[in-house]
């Protein structure tokens, strides 16, 4: 009874193993509309040279990855990169007062899978944390109010992941047939009542 107990344990962690992480969203040929503070006139875009026109509030992926930001908030004090690896990252342009600083970038059907999740994974630049809300499957916002960015630049980033693979690890699946097969073959040695 032991031993069976034992390879149901082991079949059970084989198959928690098994389960796929959330995977980084690839961002390739996205086109995001912004606003900032609730405004769309708030935001400047890549695709206007950031000149405040109608419709500066919406870009593109930069295709050629060039390192530069696809957005400056209209106040010069923020700039916003998304890198096609899914990796936001936020820049102060200047020093911030304090004070209510909020974005939404909304990724419309452009993107290759809906957002599960969006996580921050690096903000210590910055004091305090930025609140990240995961608004709908192509939909985050930002709320910077509660940072403190010191009198220098910096930076803090986060990411956007997709559903994760429902394909299991090579490793997990190895383990989990060893478990099965283990289980089958002490059932075969077991004794009928």
Do not use: C
Not at 8 to 23: F, I, M, R
Not at 152 to 164: I, M
């Amino acid at each position: 009874m032991k031993t069976r107990t034992i390879l149901e344990t082991l079949a059970l962690v084989a198959l928690t193993a098994g389960q796929a992480q959330a995977a980084p969203l690839p961002l390739q040929h996205s086109i995001i509309s912004a606003t900032y503070n609730g405004l769309a006139a708030g935001m400047l875009g890549l695709d206007s040279q950031f000149a405040p026109v109608a419709g500066s509030n919406v870009t593109a992926i930069d295709p050629l990855g060039s390192g530069g930001v696809e957005f400056l908030s209209a106040d010069f004090l923020f700039g916003i990169d998304f890198a096609d690896d899914g990796v936001m990252t936020v820049y102060n342009n200047g020093p911030v007062q304090t004070g209510a600083y909020s974005m939404r970038f909304d990724f419309g059907a452009s993107l290759a899978a809906p957002l599960t999740r969006f996580a921050l994974i690096d903000s210590a630049a910055v004091g305090g944390l930025p609140v990240l809300h995961l608004i709908d499957g192509h939909t985050i916002g930002l709320d910077l109010s509660a940072l403190d960015w010191g009198s220098g630049f910096s930076s803090f980033s986060a990411r956007l992941d997709a559903a994760p693979s429902p394909v299991p690890e090579p490793a997990g699946a190895a383990l989990l047939l060893a478990g099965l097969a283990a289980i089958a073959s002490a059932r075969r040695r077991a004794p009928t009542a």
